[in-house]
């Protein structure tokens, strides 16, 4: 939903791409029902050229948030019966900041982390558990590693971005690739000061 790499809050991660329709003369925008589809064709409608993140924020990315919210908000119910581990971050967070990458570490066995947070989105590791997960001898001093909930839809064609609020946290992955409905639970471990309260998690293809 929102492809933070700039928090790029596509909601369009409902639909499985970041492509946007642009507006006619009068400044409207066609309704999903208008369209008549769930993922627009990329051939027929060309986005923004802000709506591919990289990773940065502002008023850039503010307008793409309005933009597909008209577009995509009947779509976000239906991607989280879908897949109940999304949960879309608000217009908030176009203000958030980013975690550097070296406290987001990918887990090497999905499937066994997956597990581990069957119960909860969030789940605090021990160094040892730390090596287990990543098969990497990582620590830092003042932060602890959190095992926490992500999606994604293609592993070797993505990246995670992490942004955080508060206590709050935004998990992102993008990748490029076919568009797709098949979301793939995973994991990420991260190092931060605190324990999330709340963690929203979203993926996209761009």
Known sequence: MWRLGSLSLCLASIILSCTHP???DSGKIASASELGVVDPDPSR???PEFCNPTG???NDLKRCLDQNEGLYKEFAEEAKRREPWFNFAGEGWVESQELDDKYVIAVQDPAVAVKKLEQSSVVELTVPEVNQITGRS???AGRKPYLV????YHKDSGRFAVFEK????FVRHD???PA???EHRTAVVLFLPFKPVNIFIDCQVL
Not at 149 to 152: I, N
Request: no cysteine; aromatic share 8%; proline share 0%.
């Open 22 to 24: 642009k507006s006619d």
């Open 45 to 47: 409608y060309s986005g």
């Open 56 to 58: 940065r924020q502002g």
């Open 138 to 140: 990582t620590d830092f």
């Open 149 to 152: 909930r992500a999606l994604m």
């Open 166 to 169: 508060g206590q709050d946290i």
């Open 175 to 177: 990748s490029t690739g």
């Open 180 to 182: 797709s409905q098949k």
